[in-house]
């Protein structure tokens, strides 16, 4: 008898002929989720199995596929030779300490295996009941637990009780690569992780405005790349000072067209270092009407600048919903720490909620747009996590 | 950038790092535990007392519980002694009180928290009004670590236990340790102190208490510090506090006098049309708290930073508490609140370099200012 995690993928079998490329997407991932940690690694049917890893590192195992796209549900398992008596002990020993209702569950791809599925459910229920009434009780229809027999064709047995959620979605890599506008807020974070769970593979550009906003600010979104980065198998951050844009718009355009015109500046810097990183789309944390920059008007205004798709995974999402699976996700605690996200110094009063095109490219024109984006984007600092 | 002027000495202090040489050569060689009965915890035990007593400068009638620091000392004093009725204190408070009262409320002592005047001092008849027959215990800053304003703990420790003389008075002290002259009245049961604000390190503090309180124990163990604070006492960062106190209350009138100095320096050199001084005049001269009104302070400081001046800000720059809760209590002037920046001094702080960092404050705030207001 040993230890074993089953991996179970989802909608991988849906892709017809493409189905070797993701589950050869999602073994890369696997791995490189497991790097560092000794483990074998095995393929059976539509499941991997991960063993002979040491049983200190069960917890880190589990946590670090916890994050890996693609992966539809985990369980701790063990592996038995496929005989009734093994089958039998293994059984008494995982269901030892469990109180409630439960039912055995027999699948056997072993046709070659002398007792049938409903009979072998029912021999080992017996057992169990045997062992641990009245703590414990036979219930077909609506269970507290299941014990799962799986029995393999190449002679193994695999018993489980536990079935745990993945992430779900597509193996990364498998969904092109996008560009993440991260701003240390609450949304930018779920964004990037939405779209790694489709299997995309992420960059990050974050707008620094020192000395408005502060170094702490800045390390919060590094902390935060960092941990999406887990979800998407690692994450390329491009930060880019962007105080003097700000400060030129801020002194030549009307103050209520300042964000719009921020927006505008991001987007197309976004865009550039996009494309230069292969990059096929941009994605943000916008939630429709959240603040002015996010009203359909403000939208527009902004989306006009570029032509590469943008993706807003968030963009009918309410904010409590956000909040929901940032706290799932572990950024939440980190995107709620009081530094400003976005310099506030210049805000003002009342933005624009319903800028005007016109308007917005008529203040344009005292910029000198290109010279401005050409000195922000020489001044790029890279950091890979 | 080579060299740093720093101004945020309220904050913490640099060591005095000749003082720390003798301590830890004290230390290498005395390094038993005080506990232990052979010569050498006895002697290391003997010379705690003498640290301890030099601790407590010309106050008689008091003893020292060493702590790990300020907040531990406020701590033991208000769970130690906020156990029923109501507890009276101030909006000016740090947080180590603050905060520990509002924990105390949680179990449903009423807490009472009393106005201050303009420049942070606390309004001591609305102080007076709220102690009643109730009242189990009475926290008052003695210097605010905001703004500098002094409140006269002795003056107020008196008139309170005439009106309950069976409460207790404690004051947090730790602004006002070794910087101003003050011998505690027997009136005043608990001081709080912190030696890493005058030159000592982090992770020294003690309550300074009347001989016969009895403190209710807040760490559990060995019984140290008569039973109150158990664990293993900090003899190098006792050693140093002491050495350092010494000499703070040696010289307390001409250090006193040098950061009045400062103090000007700094209040007459800001340039006016920016900035609006928040401290009193008569608060501690060690704090100058003053606002670029409409600027944002963090932002000044950032500025500042680059050049290598360090000075403080009244509040984390935060977008989900922007203002300091003790300026915001006796003023609502937003753009006030958002300007908040601190300047504090010890004494190895310089006059050259004050003027220099006043020069460079007003350089970047008009900066800033331009590019805020076109």
Do not use: W
């Not at chain 1, 483990?39 to 195992?61: G, V």
């Not at chain 2, 309220?10 to 290498?28: G, I, N, S």
């Amino acid at each position: 008898m040993k230890d074993a995690i089953i991996v179970r993928y989802c909608e991988i079998h849906l892709k017809g002929k493409n189905r070797s490329f993701f589950e050869r997407l999602l073994v890369e991932s696997l791995e490189r989720a497991l790097k560092g940690i000794k483990h074998s690694f095995k393929t059976i049917n539509t499941r991997y199995l991960i063993e002979d890893y040491a049983e200190e590192d069960y917890s880190l195992i589990m946590s670090r596929l916890s994050k890996v796209s693609g992966i539809h549900t985990l369980s701790p398992a063990k592996v038995v030779d496929s005989n009734f008596e093994e089958i039998k002990d293994c059984a008494i020993k995982m269901v030892a300490g469990r109180r409630g209702e439960f039912k055995v569950n027999t699948n056997r791809a072993d046709k070659k295996f002398p007792m049938h599925s409903v009979e072998l459910s029912r021999e080992i229920g017996a057992v169990l009941l045997d062992n641990y009434a009245p703590n414990i009780k036979v219930n077909v229809i609506n269970p507290e637990f299941v014990l799962n027999i799986d029995i393999r064709e190449c002679g193994d047995t695999l018993i489980y009780t536990d079935v745990i959620k993945g992430v779900g979605g597509l193996p990364i890599g498998s969904s092109g690569k996008g560009m993440l506008m991260i701003s240390g807020g609450i949304d930018s974070p779920v964004a990037g992780y939405m779209l790694a769970k489709r299997g995309m593979r992420l960059e990050a550009i974050h707008f620094h405005s020192y000395p408005y906003t502060s170094e702490a600010a800045l390390d919060k979104v590094k902390t935060l790349a960092k941990m999406v980065a887990e979800y998407s198998g690692g994450i390329k951050l491009h930060i880019v000072k962007f105080t003097h844009i700000q400060e030129e718009i801020h002194e030549k355009c009307p103050d209520d067209l300042m964000i719009t015109m921020m927006r505008r500046f991001m987007m197309r810097i976004a865009e550039k270092v996009g494309k230069e990183n292969g990059c096929q789309a941009i994605i943000t944390g916008e939630s429709l009407g959240q603040v002015a920059s996010q009203t359909i008007e403000s939208i527009t205004t902004s989306n006009a600048v570029v032509s590469m798709p943008m993706l807003r995974p968030l963009i009918a999402f309410d904010k409590l919903e956000i909040i929901e699976i940032s706290n799932k996700i572990g950024t939440y605690e980190t995107s709620i720490l009081p530094y400003e996200d976005c310099c506030t110094v210049f805000l003002p009063k009342f933005p624009a909620t319903k800028p005007k095109m016109e308007a917005v490219l008529k203040a344009e024109k005292a910029l000198d747009v290109e010279a401005l984006i050409d000195e922000a984007l020489k001044n790029v600092e890279v950091i890979a996590y | 950038m080579d060299k740093i002027i720093y101004l945020d000495n309220a904050a913490t202090t640099k060591p005095d790092v000749k003082k720390l040489e003798l301590a830890t050569k004290y230390y290498e060689e005395n390094y038993f535990n005080p506990s232990s009965l052979y010569r050498g915890g006895r002697k290391v035990s003997c010379d705690i007392s003498l640290f301890k007593s030099a601790l407590l400068g010309k106050n008689r009638f008091k003893k020292v519980i060493l702590t790990s620091c300020g907040t531990e000392s406020d701590n033991t004093a208000i769970f130690g002694f906020c156990k029923r009725g109501n507890v009276v204190s101030t909006m000016g408070e740090h947080s180590a009180i603050y905060n520990s009262l509002m924990k105390i409320k949680e179990k449903g002592i009423e807490i009472r928290l009393a106005k201050l005047t303009k420049g942070g001092a606390v309004d001591q008849e609305d102080l007076y009004s709220k102690i009643d027959k109730d009242t189990c215990f009475v926290s008052v800053v003695h210097v605010n670590n905001e703004t500098g304003a002094i409140n006269p703990i002795n003056l107020i420790a008196d008139r309170v236990k005439e009106i309950n003389p069976s409460c207790i008075f404690h004051s947090d002290g730790v602004q006002a340790y070794g910087k101003i002259e003050c011998v505690l009245s027997e009136n005043v049961d608990l001081y709080s102190v912190s030696a890493h604000k005058i030159g000592g390190l982090k992770g020294t503090g003690a309550l300074i208490c009347k001989e016969k309180l009895n403190v209710p124990p807040y760490i559990i163990g060995g019984g140290q510090e008569g039973g109150v604070r158990s664990g293993t006492e900090n003899v190098l960062g006792l050693k140093l506090f002491a050495d350092v106190y010494t000499e703070r209350l040696e010289k307390i009138n001409s250090n006193y006098e040098k950061m009045r100095r400062l103090k000007e320096i700094v209040t007459s050199g800001i340039n006016k049309d920016l900035f609006t001084v928040i401290s009193p005049d008569n608060g501690s001269s060690y704090i100058v708290s003053a606002s670029a009104v409409g600027l944002r302070g963090a932002v000044l400081q950032n500025m500042l930073d680059d050049e290598g001046i360090i000075v403080g800000t009244g509040s984390a720059c935060s977008s989900k508490k922007p203002f300091s809760r003790i300026i915001s209590s006796f003023t609502k002037n937003q753009n006030l609140l958002n300007g908040v920046i601190r300047i504090s001094f010890s004494p190895d702080t310089n006059e050259e370099d004050v003027k220099y960092a006043v020069e460079r404050l007003n350089f970047n705030a008009l900066k800033l200012s331009g590019k805020i207001n076109k």
